[in-house]
């Protein structure tokens, strides 16, 4: 194995279990998205390694803070929105492509670009990959809490009405086409109801 894959297999077992699973799921539908925007194979090669590596940031961040129960400090929401330059300093440091380092650094900007973070990018827009992972990460964190899972036809209001600033609009309507088809792998604690739609 060459060694920068052993240094990023490393850093992906400090991982909690909870987050590894969830980088695992949101790889599947982003790269169910792609599929059904019919990107060529070398772009859903590209999506599907920085979808699932777009959270390696937080392998960097105090575990307390990360597994916290209670309400986050202005402080624990500072440390957490650290992630993806931390993901980005660490996949340029080994050697990424590219594209996979750019949906890693790029996933929570909005698709605007008036918002989210890294506040150094605020006013970049982020690339159609890291549009696509942003789409399938807020899915999966709205349906995979066994407590408060949301429904597809929930999801698809949320990303409706942001549709166009948080969120790309061509990145929710590749959604919308691939939830039609039965196309989104959704976790088993997520309500699955038929779009309404």
Known sequence: MPVHDEILMHVVARLDDETFIH????????????????????????????AFFHDIGKSFLPRDVLQKQAPLSPRDRAIIKMHPKLGWDFAELIGLEEGVKRIILEHHLWADGRDGYPDELTGCKPCFLAQITAVAD???SMTSDY????????????????????????????????ASKGLVP???????RSLSR
């Open 23 to 50: 980088c695992r799921r949101v790889k599947s539908l982003a790269l169910s998205l792609g599929k059904t925007a019919g990107l060529p194979p070398t772009e859903l090669k590209l999506l599907g390694q920085g």
């Open 138 to 140: 807020a899915v999966d």
């Open 147 to 178: 407590r408060t899972a949301k429904s597809l036809d929930a999801c698809l209001e949320y990303l409706e009405e942001n549709a166009g600033t948080k969120f790309s609009r061509t990145a929710v309507e590749i959604f919308k086409a691939a």
């Open 186 to 192: 959704l976790p088993q604690s997520a309500p699955v």
